[in-house]
């Protein structure tokens, strides 16, 4: 945890080294700061929530995780460093699934180009329902 701090560029702390490990040790990605704070107090380590916001900031600031915002949701967090990925977002249930799929990153790539823009990065987010919300709407309405 202190390496990749300090190789971040990050004044190495005690809380610091706890977030970023409860960061990659936790299941869930794509994490609201409130998330992270009930899950470090669920484990308990008590860590006030406006010094999990500040933490998460400099986190993003530093690079070592990716702040994302959905429709209708508070920013989510996920660590970088895994590989580029877009993300499908269930509108009823919030169900939140990363894909990747080449043949979109060329499209993508071909329609900047065409508009003269070399791309940097981009994010991908597809809003619809999954098939269980989509059988569970249907059955309601179609009693
Ligand atoms: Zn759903
Ligand atoms: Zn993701």
Redesign the pocket.
């Known amino acids: 945890m202190q390496a990749v701090l300090k190789d971040s560029g990050l004044k190495v702390t005690t809380q610091r080294c706890k977030l970023l490990k409860f960061l990659t040790q936790v299941d869930k990605?794509?994490l609201t700061v409130e998330n992270i704070y009930k899950g470090l107090n669920a484990q308990g380590e008590a860590m006030g929530l406006n010094t999990v916001y500040r933490i998460m900031t400099h986190f993003e600031q530093a690079g070592l995780v990716i702040r994302?915002l959905f429709e209708s949701e508070s920013a989510v967090y996920?660590l970088s460093g895994?590989p580029r990925?877009d993300?499908l977002i269930c509108l009823t249930c919030g169900k939140?699934i990363?894909f990747s799929d080449p043949l979109i990153d060329l499209r993508l790539w071909l329609a900047a180009e065409r508009h003269g823009v070399v791309i940097d990065h981009h994010s991908l987010n597809i809003y619809g329902h999954c098939f269980d919300c989509k059988k569970k709407l249907e059955s309601k309405s179609g009693q």
């Open positions: 990605q794509h994302r996920e895994k990925h993300h939140l990363e």
